[in-house]
């Protein structure tokens, strides 16, 4: 498998559980290629780290100010 | 009226945040949130049992929020298509493992400005996809469904959006650890 094989299924290894015979050669690659591995583990980073920080948060103030615009908009249709 | 108002209570969050992530710009975001809420009340009758309510709230709030993109940049036709033929990413050039943690260097206000200012620079098109996939949980399917593409185009959006912002959080963990290393040789 080249590294631009294994690229074409990081999806597969982050997502979702990778059947057998695909996952032995994945794995097979990984243990020869240490810029693969880093790629599958600073992807997977990548993507905990969007899910764990709320980098757009809705203010409370804004919350209910939104909340009454939408409810006065809603009574005049 | 108090069943939608419910509805609004509990969508508004991941509405303002997928208006964000598309927009980029506050303002434009608060009124995403305020006339997506509006046109699904207004088409509640139309809403069809068959999809989440959650998923077609999106959809309309994602046109809303790509009409807003384009008002802003005047005229300038902006789809979810826009600059997705880019090389950017396909194959991962910063190959340096992020070590330690860069979750441990930076605060959370500090990492949130980093998350935000990268995120940034992404196509539209590869934003709105990482931000359904990966922020709010969407399946595939219905991220295809919610934007009209479909399930090899949202694949390959989603894997060049993760890539280009591994490459991007990449070049900020770096700086940080070169930083860090001049700091340590005064």
């Known amino acids: 498998m080249t590294c631009t094989e294994f690229l074409a299924q990081l999806d597969e290894m982050l997502d979702q559980p990778v059947a057998a015979p695909l996952r032995a050669d994945l794995e097979e690659h990984l243990r020869g290629c240490e810029h693969c591995e880093i790629t599958l583990n600073t992807t997977r980073k990548t993507i905990e780290i969007y899910r764990s920080h709320e980098i757009y948060e809705l203010p409370e103030d804004l919350r209910d100010r939104l909340h009454r615009a939408i409810r006065a908009k809603c009574r005049k249709c | 009226m108090e069943a939608f108002e419910k509805l609004v209570r509990q969508y508004d969050r991941q509405v303002f945040r997928i208006a ?142 993760r890539l280009q912002l591994r490459e991007r959080l990449s070049r900020y963990f770096k700086r940080r650890d070169q930083k860090q290393a001049q700091d340590g040789a005064k």
């Open chain 2, 20 to 161: 964000q992530h598309i927009v980029q710009n506050r303002e434009d975001a608060e009124d995403v949130v305020q006339d997506a809420f509006l046109k699904a009340y207004e088409k509640l009758d139309q809403f069809q049992g068959n999809s989440k309510f959650y998923t077609w709230l999106v959809r309309i709030a994602v046109n809303e929020a790509l009409m807003r993109l384009r008002k802003r940049r005047t005229g300038r036709m902006v789809s979810i298509d826009e600059d997705v033929e880019t090389d950017e990413g396909s194959m991962p050039r910063d190959l340096a493992d992020w070590s330690p943690d860069p979750e441990a260097l930076y605060g959370q206000s500090e990492m949130a400005e980093i998350l935000r200012k990268t995120i940034q620079g992404l196509p539209p098109g590869f934003r709105v996809v990482f931000a359904l996939r990966d922020v709010e949980g969407l399946s595939t399917e219905e991220t295809a469904e919610t934007l009209g593409l479909s399930i090899p185009a949202v694949k390959s959006r989603l894997l060049r959006a």
